[in-house]
């Protein structure tokens, strides 16, 4: 009997070491460390604004989420981030919203805007759109939201589409066309101040020439065949200050930038993305204006069904901005004393090398006065005037980019206009003189 019990007494210490095991085991089961799923995301070309947002999520989501991580995957656009997206070949994608894609993808959140724009060489000629007959103008490739809208513009315009010499390329080799001169004009959708785009812009004026916005009325009209599309502009200077590019607000139309996901991508997984997208918005505002522009998928008129991941976030996200970033708000109020000086002694310093660097080209101006004046031949006037005028491309590349003040311009400005004028006027009188010499009969010639 005793030895019977004994075995019982064995047998619960048994069953009960087995059960602890067995909790340990599931314990460590639930915590364990997991690492964490990579979900790849195509972004369309490499170094375009969507490109950099999502480098910026990325960047993000590796320290704020112990559970996901970004993958950039580079294509040739939105259709064939569509495509992948549908085959499962990624799990997300930007897309734009006119862009027709699979019943297996889901909206997660509206991260962005692209501008439908189409621009002529300023020495085209090309100021509407009836302008384009004629012309030779380039467009993305067919299938691209680009292409596809211009048709509809041209539809909803009845332009002479037999009478414009269309052709069809990326864009970027559209633009290096466009700066040799066998175009006359491109039509393209991108973000305002893509970076591509405004190094072609630049490239063009470096060679004398400009570009022209090509503004697209009735955006209203073309919302009924288009519903996708919303009015916009884009505002005088967006792309360069001074001399402003484009030179006046011009309308155009707009088409929201979804990111999309695979109906098949695990919910935690796109709430996670979600949450970090929105959560932690004011952060990547700081870092990339575009993420300004980031909205929750459109719940209203002609839109994708919503990743149940990103319904989740959305049915349970609680407006606590303030209490999310309430470490960073008493960060900031304890510098602001700090940063306040700081940012004084900053802008003293930055007004100085402003004073420092239109001296320089005061002295430069005095230097071709100086020589101007001492000129004795027509050769060397021209060189003066030159000089002149490649000075002060010098000076308005340096006042776009915010190295000149207003105030420094100005003056210069008023300088360099008193040394063109004298220049000038040196020129006619030289040239005036030597008609005259060329007409006074020569001596000893017996004229009367």
């Given at each position: 009997?005793?030895?019977?019990?004994?075995?019982?007494?064995?047998?619960?210490a048994?069953?009960?070491?087995?059960?602890?095991?067995?909790?340990?085991?599931?314990?460590?089961?639930?915590?364990?460390?997991?690492?964490?799923?990579?979900?790849?995301?195509?972004?369309?070309?490499?170094g375009?604004?969507?490109?950099?947002?999502?480098?910026?999520?990325?960047?993000?989501?590796?320290?704020?989420?112990?559970?996901?991580?970004?993958?950039?995957?580079?294509?040739?656009?939105?259709?064939?981030?569509?495509?992948?997206?549908?085959?499962?070949?990624?799990?997300?994608?930007?897309?734009?919203?006119?862009?027709?894609?699979?019943p297996?993808?889901?909206?997660?959140?509206?991260?962005?805007?692209?501008?439908?724009?189409?621009?002529?060489?300023?020495?085209?000629?090309?100021?509407?759109?009836?302008?384009?007959?004629?012309?030779?103008?380039?467009?993305?490739?067919?299938?691209?939201?680009?292409?596809?809208?211009?048709?509809?513009?041209?539809?909803?315009?009845?332009?002479?589409?037999?009478?414009?010499?269309?052709?069809?390329?990326?864009?970027?080799?559209?633009?290096?066309?466009?700066?040799?001169?066998?175009?006359?004009?491109?039509?393209?959708?991108?973000a305002?101040?893509?970076?591509?785009?405004?190094?072609?812009?630049?490239?063009?004026?470096?060679?004398?020439?400009?570009?022209?916005?090509?503004?697209?009325?009735?955006a209203?009209?073309?919302?009924?065949?288009?519903?996708?599309v919303?009015?916009?502009?884009?505002?005088?200077?967006?792309?360069?200050?001074?001399p402003?590019?484009?030179?006046q607000?011009?309308?155009?139309?707009a088409?929201?930038?979804?990111?999309?996901?695979?109906?098949?991508?695990?919910?935690?997984?796109?709430?996670e993305?979600?949450?970090?997208?929105?959560e932690?918005?004011?952060?990547?505002?700081?870092?990339?204006?575009?993420?300004?522009?980031?909205?929750?998928?459109?719940?209203?008129?002609?839109?994708?069904?919503?990743?149940?991941?990103?319904?989740?976030?959305?049915?349970?996200?609680?407006?606590?901005?303030?209490?999310?970033?309430?470490?960073?708000?008493?960060?900031?109020?304890?510098?602001?004393t700090?940063?306040?000086?700081?940012?004084?002694?900053?802008?003293?310093?930055?007004?100085?090398?402003?004073?420092?660097?239109?001296?320089?080209?005061?002295?430069?101006?005095?230097?071709?006065?100086?020589?101007?004046?001492?000129?004795g031949?027509?050769?060397?006037?021209?060189?003066?005037?030159?000089?002149?005028?490649?000075?002060?491309?010098?000076?308005?590349?340096?006042?776009?980019?915010?190295?000149?003040?207003?105030?420094?311009?100005?003056?210069?400005?008023?300088?360099?206009?008193?040394?063109?004028?004298?220049?000038a006027?040196?020129?006619?009188?030289?040239?005036?003189?030597?008609?005259?010499?060329?007409?006074?009969?020569?001596?000893?010639?017996?004229?009367?």
């Open positions: 009997m005793v030895r019977r019990s004994g075995l019982m007494v064995a047998g619960y048994l069953l009960a070491v087995l059960a602890v095991g067995l909790a340990l085991a599931s314990g460590w089961y639930v915590v364990r460390p997991t690492p964490p799923v990579t979900l790849e995301v195509a972004v369309g070309g490499k375009g604004n969507i490109d950099q947002l999502m480098g910026e999520v990325r960047d993000l989501v590796e320290s704020q989420s112990a559970s996901i991580r970004l993958s950039l995957v580079h294509t040739d656009g939105s259709a064939t981030n569509a495509r992948l997206v549908a085959e499962g070949k990624v799990a997300l994608a930007s897309v734009q919203a006119d862009i027709m894609t699979a297996n993808v889901r909206a997660v959140a509206v991260i962005a805007r692209e501008h439908f724009q189409l621009i002529a060489r300023r020495s085209a000629g090309i100021r509407t759109l009836r302008d384009l007959s004629g012309k030779r103008l380039a467009l993305p490739p067919e299938g691209t939201s680009g292409n596809q809208n211009f048709f509809a513009l041209a539809q909803h315009h009845d332009l002479p589409l037999d009478r414009i010499a269309v052709t069809a390329g990326p864009v970027n080799e559209n633009f290096a066309a466009l700066e040799r001169g066998d175009i006359d004009a491109i039509a393209f959708v991108r305002l101040r893509d970076p591509a785009t405004i190094e072609a812009m630049r490239r063009m004026q470096a060679k004398g020439d400009g570009f022209f916005f090509v503004p697209v009325e009735q209203s009209a073309i919302r009924l065949v288009k519903p996708y919303t009015e916009s502009v884009v505002a005088q200077g967006t792309y360069q200050g001074f402003p590019v484009p030179e607000d011009t309308p155009t139309l088409i929201g930038i979804n990111l999309v996901a695979g109906a098949d991508v695990p919910e935690d997984a796109v709430e993305l979600t949450r970090i997208l929105f932690e918005q004011l952060r990547l505002a700081f870092r990339t204006p575009l993420a300004a522009g980031i909205a929750r998928a459109s719940q209203g008129g002609p839109s994708l069904a919503v990743h149940a991941g990103a319904r989740t976030y959305y049915d349970g996200a609680k407006p606590f901005l303030l209490y999310r970033y309430r470490d960073e708000i008493t960060f900031l109020i304890s510098m602001l700090i940063g306040y000086s700081g940012l004084m002694m900053l802008r003293l310093q930055l007004r100085n090398r402003r004073k420092v660097r239109v001296s320089a080209y005061n002295d430069n101006l005095i230097d071709i006065a100086s020589r101007a004046q001492q000129a031949d027509l050769e060397t006037l021209h060189r003066c005037r030159s000089d002149l005028n490649q000075l002060i491309q010098r000076v308005m590349r340096d006042f776009s980019e915010e190295r000149i003040s207003d105030q420094g311009f100005h003056v210069f400005s008023l300088s360099w206009e008193a040394v063109r004028a004298s220049i006027e040196a020129i006619g009188e030289m040239r005036f003189g030597d008609r005259e010499a060329a007409a006074r009969p020569p001596a000893g010639s017996g004229a009367a």
